[in-house]
């Protein structure tokens, strides 16, 4: 079971990376085509000073890419030790390989303790957190996209 979630965790890892990643390029191809346009700057959504939109957007840009990078550590840790071969609790008597078979799951190396293999769960919280803060990121985007795209701002239009 540590061997699965550890498992599908890297992979959910590597796909919101790639997405947000997406996000990151549609972000700077906007930004690319407004670069001389102005709009008011605002802060507590006070008027403050203006600033360029493509400045705004790339301001999303910036915490998706450290989100990515976030991803990109957590994975380095994540790939450090498979729990595969530590059986339910102290390894397995079945003459298993388990470096042989961390490496075929991209993994460096195996769990150097069976038990701390089996029981080990701080990266799932780990990446618990990276998701949450992930989350914050992206929902920061869709409420300015929602006050953009109202009638009192009307800086945006949604299809």
């Keep these: 079971m540590a061997t699965l979630l550890k498992s599908y965790?890297?992979?959910q890892g590597r796909a919101i990376s790639i997405l947000l990643l997406d996000l990151v390029d549609a972000l700077a191809a906007r930004a690319g085509e407004h670069l001389e346009v102005?709009?008011?700057?605002?802060?507590?959504l006070q008027h403050a000073q203006p600033v360029l939109l493509s400045h705004h957007l790339l301001?999303?840009?910036?915490?998706l890419l450290r989100d990515v990078d976030r991803l990109h550590d957590w994975e380095t840790r994540a790939a450090a030790d498979s729990p595969y071969g530590s059986g339910a609790l102290a390894?397995?008597?079945?003459?298993?390989d388990p470096q042989a078979v961390a490496r075929?799951?991209?993994y460096s190396d195996s769990s150097a303790n069976s038990i701390d293999g089996t029981a080990a769960r701080?990266?799932?919280?780990?990446?618990?957190f990276v998701a949450a803060m992930t989350g914050v990121d992206l929902s920061r985007i869709?409420?300015?996209v929602m006050i953009w795209t109202t009638a009192e701002f009307g800086f945006a239009r949604l299809d």
């Design 142 to 144: 869709a409420e300015e």
């Design 104 to 106: 075929e799951l991209g």
């Design 91 to 96: 390894g397995s008597s079945l003459g298993l």
């Design 38 to 44: 102005a709009m008011p700057g605002r802060t507590h």
């Design 122 to 128: 701080d990266f799932v919280a780990e990446f618990c």
């Design 59 to 63: 301001a999303h840009a910036w915490p």
């Design 9 to 11: 965790l890297r992979d």
